[in-house]
């Protein structure tokens, strides 16, 4: 469970941390805060390339900074636009390898939350781990 002020502050964050993103291309700032069952906040933002495939989402760059600090488990991902934007696929997929119930708050360039949802509601029958273990 996570209270309405942590979620806030979780928000807030990620508000925050849109100043920095990298987004030149675009023009669309994205802001990230994740916070792992152990407590831990990893902030994430967009980072565009003049090779444009080569741009990475802010949900991702959170979570793989995560990873690359020992944390697995997450909780709560925060993620901040302009106008409330969902997660894009790629990052739906890679925040689902970690947890289906982590809680995604989608919330606009205010601070403003607008929808909560877990990953496994944002991308149904998600392919994961288990199916390479199930293989035949
Ligand atoms: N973007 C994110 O950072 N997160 C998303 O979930 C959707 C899209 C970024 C990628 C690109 O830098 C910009 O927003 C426009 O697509």
Request: proline content about 4%.
């Amino acid at each position: 469970m996570i209270t309405k002020e942590d979620g806030q502050s979780l928000i807030d964050l990620a508000k925050e941390a849109r100043k920095n993103a990298y987004a030149p291309y675009s023009k669309f700032p994205v802001g990230a805060a994740l916070r792992t069952k152990t407590g831990r906040i990893f902030t994430g933002v967009n980072i565009e390339n003049s090779a444009y495939p080569d741009g990475t989402c802010a949900e991702r760059v959170a979570v793989f900074k995560a990873i690359s600090e020992g944390e697995r488990a997450f909780e709560v991902i925060s993620v901040v636009t302009d106008n409330g934007g969902s997660p894009c696929g790629a990052c739906r997929q890679v925040l689902s390898e970690f947890g289906l119930d982590t809680v995604v708050l989608i919330a606009d360039g205010k601070g403003k939350l607008l929808k909560t949802m877990t990953v496994g509601e944002l991308l149904p029958e998600a392919f994961g781990p288990r199916n390479l273990k199930e293989r035949r």
